[in-house]
């Protein structure tokens, strides 16, 4: 797929952070999930394979699809697992201190031709 982003980090792993996730998981992009919560991480992992259990369930991917898609999902605590991506995603809570910080250490991470994006 010409242009598509390779290597994606979304930081937090939230209702918001989780399906990003899983929208660039299921494009092909192998996706870093970020968030300092260990169960914030289980949790948004958890949701994702619950919703492409519905999308099996209804037919519309196979399992192997979504094995896949799972595969190219890797969760981490750590923030500075996202230095190698070409984009990075902010999904953390809506505080504009949090958000401050979060992007203050991604620009000093992230190589200079990283997209630094929010959802929000």
């Known amino acids: 797929m010409a242009g598509l982003i390779q ?8 209702t918001m952070g989780n399906g990003i996730a899983q929208t660039f998981a299921a494009h092909g992009s192998k996706v870093t999930l970020v968030d300092v919560d260990a169960g914030a991480l289980e949790k948004g992992l958890a949701t994702i394979k619950g919703s492409l259990a519905r999308f099996v369930k209804k037919e519309k991917i196979s399992q192997a699809d979504a094995d896949q898609i799972v595969g190219r999902i890797v969760p981490s605590p750590r923030l500075a697992d996202a230095k190698g991506a070409e984009l990075v995603v902010e999904a953390v809570v809506e505080r504009a201190d949090v958000k401050a910080k979060v992007f ?5 991470l992230c190589p200079d031709g990283t997209i630094l994006a929010t959802n929000t």
């Open 7 to 14: 290597n994606v980090a979304v930081v937090g792993a939230g």
């Open 104 to 108: 203050g250490e991604l620009d000093g």
